[in-house]
């Protein structure tokens, strides 16, 4: 029997309503977080890029971290360890 003959006895016809059911899904999943936000959510939101207040610190990767302990095991760290610039 050849593939052909195979997938021609298959009812694939499931598959696009399958997907149509998902996209709904996530589609109301989203407008429906979106419209139960608080307007002050949505005012912090929109203020994020606009605010310099706050300082994140970026993450020290693993090749960082281990030759940082590994250099500071020797020395000892320079002002109280802080490493702001």
Do not use: C
């Amino acid at each position: 029997m050849r593939m052909t003959e195979i997938v021609s006895f298959l009812d694939l016809s499931i598959y696009p309503s399958i997907a149509l059911i998902f996209f709904l899904a996530a589609f109301i999943a989203v407008v429906w977080n979106v419209m139960t936000k608080t307007k002050q959510e949505i005012e912090a939101a929109a203020n994020i890029p606009l605010d310099d207040d706050v300082i994140f610190t970026p993450r020290v990767s693993s090749i960082e971290s281990n030759t940082d302990t590994d250099s500071s095991s020797t020395e000892p760290a320079q002002n109280g360890g802080a490493s702001h610039a």
